[in-house]
């Protein structure tokens, strides 16, 4: 069946705008996670969902990110008056169920804050 | 504090070469070590480890996990341009679900 899918692939915006990242995840999959990558390092958990509710928030950078999963499949991530230090690569993942398993990544969301 | 350290960070080998990539962890309550390629965007799963001295392998890929020196390695023999990229290593906690990436080797393998 077909992957995890973000959209946009890429979005530039300006300091001080709101941004909103999709995720679809792998159909039947219960766990969802979001991590950001910037350049040159590995990808930093944000956030974790198991079902529709935030089972681990602990990675999200402050309290202008949030991120919700209202149906218990796609979910989106929120970034309020975004700044330039918010530029990086937003991953999706899913897995079957929570736990330490295999994540299957999506392509990711190029966010980049002028 | 949790560690994931991989190295070399970079590497350029010539096609037909043989790789060695590490990654050494700290890591209260490890559970297992997994191996991922990021070719665009992507990272796509290669690898999991969770016990020690057991080599995994898929084509001219292997990994082996080392739970008393805290390491691993992800071997790539005969290279080919197709396998530059830049590979991640992750570790789980038991009973975790976060990956905690080490920040990666850069792979480029030339013609």
């Known amino acids: 069946g077909a992957g995890v899918s973000q959209t946009p692939s890429n979005k530039v915006t300006e300091k001080g705008k709101y941004v909103e990242l999709r995720c679809d995840p792998i159909s039947g999959h219960t766990a969802l996670y979001w991590y950001r990558q910037s350049l040159g390092q590995g990808p930093e958990f944000l956030i974790y969902?198991?079902?529709?509710?935030?089972?681990?928030d602990s990675g999200l950078p402050n309290d202008r990110f949030f991120a919700v999963r209202p149906e218990g499949s796609v979910s989106t991530l929120k970034i309020q008056r975004t700044e330039r230090g918010d530029s990086a690569v937003y991953l999706c993942?899913?897995?079957?169920?929570?736990?330490?398993?295999?994540?299957?990544f999506g392509p990711g969301t190029r966010l980049t804050v002028l | 504090e949790d560690k994931v350290v991989q190295s070399p960070l970079s590497l350029v080998v010539h096609e037909g070469d043989t790789v060695t990539l590490n990654c050494s962890y700290e890591v209260t309550n490890f559970r297992s070590l997994l191996w991922y390629k990021q070719e665009k965007k992507a990272p796509t799963f290669l690898f999991m480890l969770?016990?020690?001295?057991i080599e995994k392998k898929s084509g001219r890929l292997s990994s082996i996990l080392d739970k008393k020196e805290l390491f691993s390695i992800l071997n790539i023999t005969a290279t080919q341009t197709g396998d530059s990229a830049i590979y991640l290593c992750?570790?789980?906690?038991?009973?975790?679900?976060?990956?905690?990436f080490g920040k990666g080797t850069s792979l480029l393998v030339t013609p």
């Open positions: 969770t016990s020690s001295g």
């Open positions: 992750a570790v789980i906690k038991d009973s975790g679900y976060a990956l905690n």
């Open positions: 969902f198991q079902g529709t509710g935030a089972a681990d």
């Open positions: 993942a899913s897995s079957p169920n929570g736990g330490p398993y295999e994540q299957f």
